[in-house]
């Protein structure tokens, strides 16, 4: 079964304090490991996004670690702020696989940030 | 350089009207996919097309749901005689090419309300 197990639910954070995110995927054919952050009432736009060839990808203030044995990925968001408070969805697809590019997304974790 | 649009905004149906969504791509791609989020959840893969083609229409529920992506305007998600639960977010992305996923861009959705 094609899917992918996102923890926590939900996510306090101080300001300045890192957020973690974790996921969990059994698909051994999925080959592209994305994360969105979506906005009240908005569509989810893509915040960075790993291949399983590297173990650890960052942009800025976020960072995807990958472990491909384990199967897992995380995002970090470091000295997260308060403008960082969103919905959070972890994904995967298999992208070689034409045709058959959907994503497969985690149930998602609101994270807020807190003075 | 407009993104993906998507219409209308928010839909009220009364159970067993039908319900048409529209989705423009982004100027130059011509694959859209859509995908469903029910409250508090992930987005659910839906239908992928190009077009004038469905290409993968696996998530689609088999009855009253049908999807087109004309060769000229919007692509159109069909819900025929809906029902309560149906009541969702309804999110198409595009990209301009076979194997886009990575590179897709969605749009801010429709919120359809079924009464």
């Known amino acids: 079964q094609q899917q992918v197990k996102q923890s926590p639910q939900s996510l306090i954070v101080q300001k300045g304090g890192i957020s973690i995110i974790n996921c969990a995927y059994e698909?051994?054919?999925?080959?592209?490991f994305p994360w969105y952050q979506q906005f009240p009432g908005k569509g989810p736009a893509l915040l960075i996004a790993?291949?399983?060839?590297?173990s650890e990808k960052k942009e800025g203030r976020f960072t995807i670690s990958f472990n491909k044995s384990a199967k897992q990925f995380s995002l970090h968001i470091m000295d997260s702020q308060p403008g960082d408070s969103a919905t959070y969805f972890c994904?995967?697809?298999?992208?070689?696989?034409?045709?058959?590019?959907?994503?497969?997304f985690g149930t998602g974790t609101r994270l807020t940030i807190i003075p | 350089n407009a993104g993906v649009m998507q219409n209308p905004r928010h839909l009220v149906r009364r159970r067993g009207q039908e319900a048409r969504l529209r989705c423009s791509p982004m100027?130059?791609?011509?694959?859209v996919y859509w995908y469903r989020q029910l409250p508090e959840e992930g987005l659910k893969f839906m239908v992928y097309?190009?077009?004038?083609?469905?290409?993968?229409e696996s998530g689609m529920p088999k009855e009253r749901f049908s999807a087109e992506f004309p060769k000229e305007g919007p692509s159109i998600l069909r819900i025929q005689q809906v029902v309560r639960g149906d009541s969702a977010a309804y999110f198409c992305?595009?990209?301009?090419?076979?194997?886009?996923?990575?590179?897709?861009?969605f749009g801010q959705g429709t919120r359809l309300t079924v009464v």
């Open positions: 992305a595009s990209s301009f090419r076979t194997g886009g996923i990575a590179e897709a861009f």
């Open positions: 698909n051994t054919a999925f080959d592209y």
């Open positions: 790993i291949r399983p060839d590297v």
């Open positions: 994904a995967a697809a298999s992208v070689r696989n034409f045709g058959n590019e959907k994503l497969t």
């Open positions: 100027k130059g791609h011509s694959h």
């Open positions: 097309l190009q077009k004038e083609n469905i290409i993968d």
